[in-house]
């Protein structure tokens, strides 16, 4: 079964410091990656997306996350952490469209940011 | 446009009541899908509709049921709730994908419920 791990559960950082936040799924088939965030009290939103070409991904808010296919990783990425950065992050997979186009997701990574 | 709409947003039952969950869309996805989310497990799928009419399993549907009478509702059923399923409920629908696209999906706000 397709699977997607994310390393941290729990990350404190300090505003300013940079983040990083691991993402790791299983091989086969067509690689969609997504990073979703999920603000105190919040539904989803979606962060950045990754379905194919440049492996460096921008997405909103300063994130940007790298597909290293080599590695099976889609780690997400942020120079400089503000206060409101402080949410729930998931990556997830989608699956092709004969499995429904639904999405597997990671466990999730809390982060919280100190001012 | 709303987008995607869940109702209620919170509710308490007792063990062994039944409730439904409404989840509806304004923006004709075809595709609907039900998740619950519970701590440090991510978003897991309960099941999910590729058209009106047509349901399928997701990877936790047992205790669980669905239907789509309707494009634009999808709707999830407990039909005798278990602490069990004490979680929060997130909806989502996505336009059909054509080819080997694939589209984003929109979520909605939740629904929060608790089975004492």
């Known amino acids: 079964a397709q699977s997607v791990s994310q390393h941290n559960h729990h990350v404190i950082l300090s505003e300013a410091a940079s983040l990083e936040l691991g993402c790791n799924y299983s091989y086969g088939g067509t690689v969609n990656l997504f990073w979703y965030v999920q603000y105190p009290g919040q539904h989803l939103q979606l962060l950045l997306k990754y379905f194919s070409g440049d492996p460096l991904v921008k997405g909103i808010k300063g994130f940007e996350a790298e597909f290293i296919k080599s590695k099976f990783s889609f780690n997400l990425r942020k120079p400089s952490v503000q206060w409101s950065d402080t949410a729930e992050y998931f990556c997830?997979?989608?699956?092709?469209?004969?499995?429904?186009?639904?999405?597997?997701f990671g466990a999730g990574t809390i982060l919280r940011v100190k001012s | 446009n709303a987008g995607v709409t869940q109702t209620p947003k919170f509710r308490v039952l007792k063990t062994g009541q039944s409730m439904t969950l409404l989840c509806a869309q304004d923006?004709?996805?075809?595709?609907m899908y039900w998740y619950r989310q519970d701590p440090g497990m991510g978003l897991r799928l309960i099941h999910y509709s590729v058209g009106e009419g047509t349901t399928a399993k997701g990877e936790v549907p047992d205790g669980y049921n669905v239907s789509r009478l309707k494009k634009q509702n999808f709707l999830l059923g407990l039909e005798s709730a278990a602490p069990s399923q004490t979680s929060v409920y997130f909806c989502a629908s996505i336009r059909r994908p054509t080819g080997s696209s694939y589209n984003e999906q929109f979520f909605g706000p939740g629904t929060r419920l608790t089975v004492l």
């Open positions: 997830a997979r989608g699956m092709k469209r004969i499995h429904g186009n639904k999405l597997v």
């Open positions: 923006m004709n996805h075809e595709y």
